[in-house]
Protein backbone atom coordinates (compact mmCIF):
# COMPACT_ATOMS: atom_id res chain seq x y z
CA UNK A 1 0.00 0.00 0.00
CA UNK A 2 0.96 3.75 -0.59
CA UNK A 3 2.62 5.27 2.18
CA UNK A 4 3.48 9.18 2.09
CA UNK A 5 5.49 9.18 4.79
CA UNK A 6 8.41 6.46 3.21
CA UNK A 7 7.37 6.98 -1.06
CA UNK A 8 9.21 5.24 -3.57
CA UNK A 9 11.67 7.59 -5.66
CA UNK A 10 13.09 6.35 -8.86
CA UNK A 11 15.87 8.65 -10.13
CA UNK A 12 17.76 8.80 -13.24
CA UNK A 13 20.13 10.64 -15.12
CA UNK A 14 21.81 11.41 -18.71
CA UNK A 15 23.88 13.60 -20.62
CA UNK A 16 22.40 16.10 -23.20
CA UNK A 17 24.51 18.03 -25.80
CA UNK A 18 23.83 21.91 -25.83
CA UNK A 19 23.85 22.31 -29.82
CA UNK A 20 22.89 25.57 -31.74
CA UNK A 21 22.14 26.29 -35.65
CA UNK A 22 25.05 27.74 -37.25
CA UNK A 23 22.99 29.38 -40.00
CA UNK A 24 19.67 30.62 -38.79
CA UNK A 25 16.81 28.07 -39.58
CA UNK A 26 14.38 28.87 -42.41
CA UNK A 27 10.50 29.19 -40.39
CA UNK A 28 7.56 26.97 -41.11
CA UNK A 29 5.14 27.79 -43.84
CA UNK A 30 1.90 26.38 -44.77
CA UNK A 31 2.45 22.69 -45.20
CA UNK A 32 6.14 23.11 -44.85
CA UNK A 33 8.21 22.13 -41.89
CA UNK A 34 11.09 24.28 -40.27
CA UNK A 35 14.14 23.75 -42.12
CA UNK A 36 17.42 23.80 -40.95
CA UNK A 37 21.48 23.52 -42.23
CA UNK A 38 22.88 19.84 -40.91
CA UNK A 39 26.04 21.83 -39.53
CA UNK A 40 25.65 23.10 -35.99
CA UNK A 41 27.87 24.60 -33.36
CA UNK A 42 28.45 22.68 -30.64
CA UNK A 43 27.51 24.77 -27.01
CA UNK A 44 29.30 22.13 -24.54
CA UNK A 45 26.87 19.55 -22.50
CA UNK A 46 25.04 19.39 -19.20
CA UNK A 47 23.55 16.27 -17.20
CA UNK A 48 19.32 15.63 -16.45
CA UNK A 49 18.40 14.63 -12.82
CA UNK A 50 14.67 13.20 -13.38
CA UNK A 51 13.33 12.17 -10.14
CA UNK A 52 9.86 10.43 -10.28
CA UNK A 53 7.35 9.27 -8.05
CA UNK A 54 5.26 6.72 -9.78
CA UNK A 55 2.63 5.86 -7.48
CA UNK A 56 1.82 9.65 -6.49
CA UNK A 57 2.33 10.89 -10.34
CA UNK A 58 5.24 12.97 -9.27
CA UNK A 59 8.30 14.43 -11.10
CA UNK A 60 11.38 16.42 -11.26
CA UNK A 61 13.61 17.46 -13.73
CA UNK A 62 16.40 19.63 -13.35
CA UNK A 63 19.47 20.54 -15.72
CA UNK A 64 22.99 20.64 -14.39
CA UNK A 65 26.64 21.55 -15.94
CA UNK A 66 28.74 18.84 -14.60
CA UNK A 67 28.18 15.43 -13.34
CA UNK A 68 29.64 15.40 -10.15
CA UNK A 69 29.05 13.65 -6.85
CA UNK A 70 28.29 16.79 -5.10
CA UNK A 71 26.03 17.47 -7.74
CA UNK A 72 24.24 14.42 -7.39
CA UNK A 73 24.46 15.14 -3.44
CA UNK A 74 22.64 18.46 -3.93
CA UNK A 75 19.89 16.77 -5.84
CA UNK A 76 19.39 14.36 -3.06
CA UNK A 77 19.50 17.31 -0.34
CA UNK A 78 16.88 19.30 -2.94
CA UNK A 79 14.79 16.01 -3.17
CA UNK A 80 14.81 15.06 0.72
CA UNK A 81 14.81 18.78 1.67
CA UNK A 82 12.14 20.65 -0.48
CA UNK A 83 9.88 18.18 -2.16
CA UNK A 84 9.73 15.17 0.72
CA UNK A 85 10.81 16.88 4.01
CA UNK A 86 8.16 15.64 5.73
CA UNK A 87 9.06 11.53 4.64
CA UNK A 88 10.61 9.96 7.13
CA UNK A 89 12.62 8.22 4.50
CA UNK A 90 13.02 7.49 1.08
CA UNK A 91 13.18 4.46 -1.03
CA UNK A 92 15.52 5.25 -4.18
CA UNK A 93 15.62 3.53 -6.65
CA UNK A 94 18.70 4.44 -9.36
CA UNK A 95 21.62 2.94 -10.79
CA UNK A 96 24.76 2.05 -9.73
CA UNK A 97 26.71 4.72 -10.83
CA UNK A 98 30.16 5.97 -9.54
CA UNK A 99 28.34 9.31 -8.39
CA UNK A 100 25.02 7.59 -6.60
CA UNK A 101 26.39 6.33 -3.14
CA UNK A 102 26.24 7.55 0.26
CA UNK A 103 29.84 8.86 0.34
CA UNK A 104 28.96 11.74 -2.13
CA UNK A 105 26.67 13.37 0.25
CA UNK A 106 29.95 13.18 3.22
CA UNK A 107 32.08 14.83 0.76
CA UNK A 108 29.86 17.61 -0.11
CA UNK A 109 28.03 18.39 3.45
CA UNK A 110 29.30 18.49 7.07
CA UNK A 111 29.24 15.52 8.23
CA UNK A 112 26.65 15.86 10.97
CA UNK A 113 24.29 17.06 7.91
CA UNK A 114 25.42 14.41 5.58
CA UNK A 115 24.21 11.51 7.98
CA UNK A 116 21.14 13.20 8.60
CA UNK A 117 20.67 13.18 5.03
CA UNK A 118 21.66 9.34 4.91
CA UNK A 119 19.51 8.13 7.43
CA UNK A 120 16.44 9.43 5.65
CA UNK A 121 17.37 7.17 2.13
CA UNK A 122 17.15 3.56 1.84
CA UNK A 123 18.82 2.88 -1.47
CA UNK A 124 17.84 0.04 -3.94
CA UNK A 125 20.12 -0.06 -7.05
CA UNK A 126 18.76 -2.06 -10.51
CA UNK A 127 20.51 -4.96 -11.62
CA UNK A 128 23.30 -4.53 -14.00
CA UNK A 129 21.63 -4.86 -16.89
CA UNK A 130 18.48 -4.11 -15.75
CA UNK A 131 18.31 -0.40 -15.72
CA UNK A 132 14.97 -0.56 -17.44
CA UNK A 133 13.23 -1.38 -14.25
CA UNK A 134 13.76 2.18 -13.58
CA UNK A 135 10.33 3.89 -14.23
CA UNK A 136 12.93 7.23 -14.16
CA UNK A 137 14.74 5.66 -16.53
CA UNK A 138 11.63 4.92 -19.29
CA UNK A 139 10.53 8.81 -18.01
CA UNK A 140 13.94 10.28 -19.40
CA UNK A 141 13.31 8.20 -23.24
CA UNK A 142 10.05 9.59 -23.15
CA UNK A 143 11.19 13.02 -22.37
CA UNK A 144 14.19 12.92 -24.73
CA UNK A 145 11.77 11.85 -27.65
CA UNK A 146 8.90 14.41 -27.13
CA UNK A 147 11.05 17.29 -25.48
CA UNK A 148 14.80 17.36 -26.60
CA UNK A 149 15.06 15.94 -30.09
CA UNK A 150 16.08 19.03 -31.28
CA UNK A 151 18.55 22.01 -31.03
CA UNK A 152 19.12 23.34 -27.38
CA UNK A 153 22.05 25.98 -27.17
CA UNK A 154 21.40 26.53 -23.12
CA UNK A 155 20.70 25.00 -20.37
CA UNK A 156 17.52 27.92 -19.71
CA UNK A 157 16.57 26.40 -23.37
CA UNK A 158 16.39 22.85 -21.59
CA UNK A 159 14.12 24.62 -18.91
CA UNK A 160 12.21 26.24 -22.00
CA UNK A 161 11.15 23.30 -23.73
CA UNK A 162 8.84 22.10 -21.47
CA UNK A 163 11.04 20.08 -19.09
CA UNK A 164 8.07 18.67 -17.04
CA UNK A 165 8.90 20.51 -13.50
CA UNK A 166 6.68 18.85 -10.93
CA UNK A 167 4.36 17.51 -13.12
CA UNK A 168 1.71 15.09 -12.96
CA UNK A 169 1.23 11.88 -14.22
CA UNK A 170 -0.84 8.34 -14.72
CA UNK A 171 0.25 6.24 -17.23
CA UNK A 172 0.54 2.64 -18.00
CA UNK A 173 3.34 1.09 -20.06
CA UNK A 174 3.77 -2.01 -21.73
CA UNK A 175 7.93 -3.00 -22.46
CA UNK A 176 8.66 -5.84 -24.49
CA UNK A 177 5.39 -7.40 -24.40
CA UNK A 178 4.61 -6.93 -20.03
CA UNK A 179 2.46 -4.37 -19.00
CA UNK A 180 3.02 -2.20 -16.05
CA UNK A 181 0.31 0.08 -14.72
CA UNK A 182 0.98 2.49 -12.00
CA UNK A 183 -1.69 3.55 -9.63
CA UNK A 184 -1.92 5.00 -5.99
CA UNK A 185 -3.28 2.82 -3.36
Not at 74 to 98: C, F, G, S, T, W
Request: net charge positive; aromatic share 8%; proline share 5%.
Amino acid sequence: AYDPEIPLICMDEQPVQLLDHSRPPQTMKPGQVQREDYEYVRKGSCRLFLFTEPLAGWRHVQASERRTKSDWALQIQELLEVHYPEAKRVRLVMDNLNTHTISSLYETFAPGRALALAKRLEIHYTPKHGSWLNIAEIELSALTIQCLNRRIASIDGIAGRGVGLGKRTQWGSEIRGLAIYYRAG
